[in-house]
C-alpha cells in the first residue's frame, strides 16, 4: 500500500509569490502550497528539499517516475531559469508552482537527474548527477558577489568549475556531497577522484569574503578580497576526515566534521561564533544571518544575536552557547531562516514543530507578526490534526512544513 501523497504548507513573506499560496499577500498561518498542475498532486512521492531566496523559491520533490524541479515568485534576475519568465505569462502565476525544465535547456544535463536544490539571496544552485556517476553543479540568477561562482562572465545556466583547486592533477569523478548558502557566499563539500588514483575530500566556497566567511581571501598587499568570484579551497581533509555538517549565515560560517572538530570562519560581531569551537557531542550545525546552533541528541543550543528572539532563550549568558528549552522529545531536524528558527520534534504524542525569532511577516505561522522570543509549538495547528510531518525548511521570512495525512 502507497503512503499518502505528501502536502507542502507555507507561511510568511510572500510579496512575489514565493509562498505558492495564489496570491502575492503575506500568510500569517499555514496554507497549503498550490501547483500550476494540480494533476501532480496527487503523484508527488517524497518532498526532497526546498530554498528559499530573498523573493524566490525553489522545490524538489520525486514523483512516481522522476526527481522534478519546482519554483515560484521572482526570476526577474533568472534565478528560476530561461524559460520561467517567458513561460509563466500572467503574474498570477508566479504565485503557484511551475515545473522548471532546466535540464532540457542545457545538453550538458538532459541524462542528468536533480539530487540537491538551494538558493541564495537572488540565485539558484542545483547539483545534477549524470549517468556516469559525475555531480555537475549549476547556477543560476543574480552574480552581486560572485555569487554564480564563475567570474566576471555568467550565462544563463553557469555550471561551476572546481578543478583549479585540485591542480595539477584532474579531476576523473566529483561528488558534490553538501551546499550551504547564506545571502551572498557558498560552502560546498566535495569528494573527488583524481587522477593520480587518490581521493581527496575538501571544503570550498566563493562569494561574499570581506569577512572572512570563505577564510582569509587576501590579495598581494595583504588586504582582504571583499568578493571571491570562483570557488578557493576552504578545507582540505585528505581522505580521513569526513564533513557531518555546514552552517552559513550572513557573514560567518561553521564546519562540523566527523571527528568532533568544529571549524569557525567569518565575522563575530553578534558573539555567533563565540564557544562554538569548543563545543562537544555535537551531531549538527545550522546558522541564520547573525547566529549560530548547535544540536546534540537531547537538546539545542543557540548563541548570537537576540534583537528578534532568535536565540529561543534568555540572554543572560548570551555570549556563550546555551541550551534552549524545548518540550522533550527527539529533534528530528532544525531550519533556519534568515533570523527565524523551525524546530521538528517526535514525541510520545507524534509529530510537533517548534518555532521562534524574528516574525515582523507572520513566518513562525501563529496568526500574528510579533517577534517571538521563545519556542512557541505551531504544529499541529489544532488537536485535531494527526498528519506526519516529513519535512520542515526555512527561508528569508518564509517557512514550510510538508506532512502525509
Given amino acids: 500500500m502507497s503512503s499518502p501523497t505528501p502536502i507542502i504548507y507555507s507561511a510568511g513573506s510572500n510579496a512575489r509569490g514565493q509562498l505558492a499560496s495564489g496570491n502575492f499577500d503575506d500568510l500569517h498561518s499555514f496554507d497549503i502550497c498550490q501547483f500550476a498542475s494540480e494533476d501532480l498532486t496527487n503523484n508527488i512521492q517524497e518532498i526532497v528539499s526546498i530554498s528559499g531566496g530573498a523573493n524566490h523559491t525553489v522545490v524538489l520533490l520525486r ?15 533568472g534565478q528560476l531559469g530561461p524559460s520561467y519568465l517567458q513561460n509563466v505569462l500572467e503574474e498570477s502565476a508566479k504565485s503557484r508552482l511551475q515545473l522548471l525544465d532546466i535540464p532540457g535547456q542545457h545538453s550538458a544535463l538532459r541524462n542528468a537527474s536533480p539530487r540537491l536544490v538551494a538558493a541564495a ?17 549549476v547556477s543560476l540568477g543574480a552574480n552581486d558577489y560572485g555569487d554564480l561562482g564563475v567570474g566576471a562572465i555568467s550565462n544563463s545556466i553557469n555550471m561551476i568549475s572546481f578543478a583549479s583547486i585540485f591542480s ?12 550551504a548558502t547564506g545571502p551572498h557566499h557558498i560552502i560546498v563539500y566535495l569528494l573527488a577522484t583524481l587522477s593520480d588514483g587518490s581521493e581527496r575530500r575538501v571544503v570550498a566556497g566563493w562569494g561574499a569574503a570581506r569577512h572572512g566567511q570563505l577564510g582569509e581571501v587576501n590579495a598581494s598587499d595583504g588586504k582582504v578580497h571583499p568578493i571571491q568570484a570562483t570557488p578557493r579551497l576552504i578545507l582540505d581533509l585528505g581522505e580521513m ?8 549565515g550572513n557573514q560567518h560560517s561553521v564546519i562540523l566534521l566527523r571527528s568532533g572538530r568544529i571549524h569557525t570562519f567569518g565575522s563575530d560581531r553578534n558573539n555567533q561564533l ?9 551531531q549538527k550545525v545550522v546558522c541564520t544571518w547573525n547566529n549560530t546552533y548547535a544540536v546534540r541528541a537531547d537538546q539545542i543550543l543557540s548563541v548570537g544575536n ?11 549568558d548570551s555570549n556563550l552557547p546555551a541550551a534552549i528549552r524545548l518540550s522533550g522529545g527527539e529533534v528530528k531536524n532544525i531550519a533556519c531562516g534568515s533570523e527565524h528558527v523551525l524546530v521538528w520534534l517526535e514525541t510520545d504524542d507524534g509529530s510537533e ?4 525569532g524574528w516574525n515582523e511577516h507572520g513566518n513562525i505561522g501563529i496568526g500574528s507578526t510579533d517577534d517571538v522570543m521563545f519556542p512557541v509549538k505551531i504544529w499541529p495547528i489544532s488537536k485535531s490534526v494527526s498528519d506526519q510531518v516529513v519535512g520542515i525548511w526555512a ?6 512544513i510538508a506532512v502525509r495525512k
Fill in 353 to 356: 514543530v517548534w518555532g521562534w
Fill in 241 to 248: 576526515d569526513h564533513v557531518t555538517s555546514i552552517g552559513v
Fill in 395 to 400: 527561508g528569508c521570512g518564509t517557512s514550510w
Fill in 63 to 77: 514523483t512516481q517516475s522522476l526527481v522534478e524541479l519546482w519554483g515560484c515568485g521572482d526570476g526577474s534576475k
Fill in 121 to 137: 539571496w537572488e540565485t539558484t544552485y542545483i547539483i545534477f548527477t549524470a549517468s556516469n556517476g559525475n555531480d555537475v553543479l
Fill in 274 to 282: 563565540a564557544g562554538v569551537q569548543s563545543l562537544v557531542n555535537i
Fill in 306 to 316: 537576540n534583537a528578534k528572539g532568535q536565540l529561543g532563550r534568555f540572554t543572560l
Fill in 168 to 179: 595539477p592533477l584532474d579531476l576523473v569523478r566529483l561528488r558534490i556531497e553538501d551546499l
